[in-house]
């Protein structure tokens, strides 16, 4: 009598183990979550098809990037690359190679619309496009040698067709800043060619 007592407690006390280890096992699972390390994410649609991607590009640029869902009027499915080719995003925001922050968006015809970037002294461009090409242009004016002295700024209509902005200049050692404002009322041909 005494031997199956103790089989029994031995069984009860086990069986108690058993419970109290499953619970607390899973209140440490409930916890915050280690890092997650990868190289890039997707997320993908019902298809298996890559919408957005999370990573470095074949760029070298680090965006978060949204492809085509095949819902645009005209818009076409990712390519078989995917979205780690950049040719290949629709709307991409984050650093390019050298860390500049950026922004893009393209049609879904493939074509750059909007283009914000700021350059590497961190001053803000932003380009605005149609399918010809760009049409206007606001922010600081890199001159040929890009620096920190860079502190043109323009609001540019295509091929210097309007131009609003105020420049710097030297004059006696000391700077002074001076507003532009031109107009062109010469016609030139739609699109706008550049001349080779």
């Known amino acids: 009598m005494r031997a199956i007592s103790v089989i029994v407690a031995a069984l009860v006390a086990g069986f108690v183990g058993g419970i109290l280890g499953a619970r607390?096992?899973?209140?440490?699972?409930?916890g915050p979550r280690r890092i997650v390390r990868a190289r890039s994410f997707e997320l993908v649609?019902?298809?298996?098809?890559?919408?957005s991607f999370w990573g470095v590009d074949q760029g070298d640029n680090a965006v978060l990037a949204?492809?085509?869902?095949?819902?645009?009027?005209g818009g076409a499915r990712p390519r078989s690359i995917g979205l780690a080719n950049p040719d290949n995003q629709l709307t991409a925001i984050g650093l390019l190679g050298a860390d500049n922050p950026m922004l893009k968006m393209r049609g879904a015809d493939g074509k750059t619309?909007?283009?914000?970037?700021?350059?590497?002294?961190?001053k803000p461009v932003l380009t605005m496009e149609d399918e010809?090409?760009?049409?206007?242009?606001?922010?600081?004016?890199?001159?040929d040698i890009p620096g920190p002295e860079d502190n043109d700024w323009t609001l540019v209509f295509a091929q210097e067709r309007a131009r609003i902005?105020?420049?710097?200049?030297?004059?006696?050692?000391?700077?002074?800043?001076?507003?532009?404002?031109?107009v062109n009322r010469d016609k030139v041909k739609y699109p706008y060619q550049q001349p080779k």
């Open 165 to 182: 902005g105020m420049f710097t200049e030297k004059e006696g050692g000391e700077r002074y800043v001076r507003g532009v404002f031109l």
């Open 113 to 122: 619309r909007v283009r914000m970037v700021l350059s590497t002294d961190g």
């Open 24 to 30: 607390m096992g899973r209140t440490s699972e409930q």
């Open 66 to 73: 949204f492809g085509s869902r095949g819902l645009a009027p």
């Open 132 to 143: 010809k090409g760009p049409r206007v242009s606001l922010g600081v004016e890199q001159s």
């Open 45 to 51: 649609d019902a298809a298996g098809q890559a919408i």
